[in-house]
């Protein structure tokens, strides 16, 4: 049973690149949600796609942006990278849309910004 | 105030010891609850979903005091293996356009031998 596979594990980049970071969630699930972890803190949710579409936002700048596709796979892209956005990158999945499901988490992506 | 409060710690009990922690939630509207363990540089693992009328999962019991507006997670014969970050989460809104999920910052837990 696969469960949520993120992609890529590290990555460092220059303020002002953008970056793509890739989700695959758990066999059977259809709804993903990414999160942003910086040291010491909790995951802050970003947004949630269900059905190919942002369904719910955090409180996360438009610079922020992804996608969901028909598999259920998805992408966060950063825009404009600024050195506040370092930190652990995490995408879970869960079933039909909704938040009172438990979430599976990855293993996350390591964003680093020089 | 923040959303969703917690403890930071760190707990530092011996092995064998019972330690509880609570986390305290803002919103009385809030419907589901959950403790999740974060091993370092590890992702987050759910540990227990937290019910109204509280549950229990071998060493680890969760309950909710909505009338307080918060949830505890208490460990019983503490191991080793329990030293982690425990994060305290909030959602509410169901499946509505509204609904949030707020992570707690977490409570770092350590067993020593």
């Known amino acids: 049973d696969a469960g949520v596979t993120q992609s890529p594990t590290h990555l460092i980049k220059t303020r002002g690149q953008q970056v793509t970071l890739r989700c695959s969630p758990k066999?059977?699930?259809?709804?993903v949600s990414w999160y942003q972890q910086a040291l010491g803190q909790g995951p802050q949710f970003i947004f949630q796609y269900y059905e190919e579409e942002e369904r719910q936002r955090g409180n996360f700048p438009d610079r922020f942006s992804g996608h969901q596709f028909p598999n259920y796979s998805s992408e966060l892209n950063v825009n404009a990278l600024l050195l506040g956005d370092s930190a652990l990158y995490l995408c879970?999945?869960?079933?039909?849309?909704?938040?009172?499901?438990?979430?599976?988490f990855g293993d996350g992506t390591r964003l680093s910004i020089l | 105030r923040k959303e969703v409060e917690q403890d930071p710690g760190p707990f530092n009990v011996p092995e064998g010891a019972t330690v509880a922690f609570n986390c305290t939630y803002s919103n009385s509207a809030s419907q589901s609850f959950f403790w999740y363990r974060q091993d370092c540089r590890k992702e987050p693992k759910l540990l227990m979903s937290?019910?109204?009328s509280g549950n229990e999962d071998g060493r680890f019991t969760a309950q909710l005091n909505r009338a307080s507006q918060y949830i505890s997670l208490l460990i019983r014969d503490s191991k080793l293996s329990d030293s982690a970050t425990y994060l305290c989460?909030?959602?509410?809104?169901?499946?509505?356009?509204?609904?949030?999920?707020?992570f707690g910052s977490g409570t770092r837990l350590s067993i020593r031998p």
């Open positions: 989460v909030v959602t509410t809104g169901g499946r509505s356009s509204a609904s949030k999920i707020i």
């Open positions: 937290v019910y109204s």
């Open positions: 879970a999945s869960s079933e039909r849309g909704a938040f009172n499901q438990p979430q599976h």
């Open positions: 066999s059977g699930h259809d709804t």
